[in-house]
């Protein structure tokens, strides 16, 4: 008899994302987004740098940090929604936290992480 997290999870099953997003906290990404603006639909692209990844399933999320105008802006987007269109990684940060937060206290040059370099076998994934 399958116990409760099993019927959890053989019920998202078929909501979750086929084609997995590649991509760890540091990253800098674009973030393609479907906006629906009366019956048309456009991709609109959120740059900036992954700073936190949660949850499990269908509940997984990740939030991403760019600063506007001299503002940071932060957004979270759910891995697993249809409004995701896309994820491109446009450069991998060195990192040595799962948590960015710090980043939130830093203004200018400071904000910059350094650069990851690829492992053997890891293939780029820079457009």
Not at 81 to 109: F, M, N, Q, T, W
Request: hydrophobic fraction near 35%; charge should be positive; avoid cysteine.
């Amino acid at each position: 008899m399958p116990n409760l997290v099993e019927y959890i999870a053989l019920a998202e099953k078929p909501s979750l994302r086929e084609n997995e997003l590649n991509f760890s906290v540091g990253d800098t990404v674009d973030v393609h987004t479907r906006i629906l603006e009366g019956d048309k639909e456009r991709i609109q692209i959120f740059s900036g740098v992954v700073i936190a990844k949660r949850g499990a399933g269908m509940r997984e999320s990740f939030t991403v940090r760019r600063i506007v105008a001299g503002e940071g802006v932060e957004r979270t987007f759910p891995v697993h929604s249809p409004k995701v269109a896309d994820v491109k990684v446009k450069r991998h940060g060195r990192v040595r936290r799962a948590k960015l937060y710090y980043l939130r206290e830093r203004i200018g040059k400071s904000t910059r992480l350094r650069e990851r370099q690829a492992k053997k076998g890891e293939v780029e994934t820079h457009s």
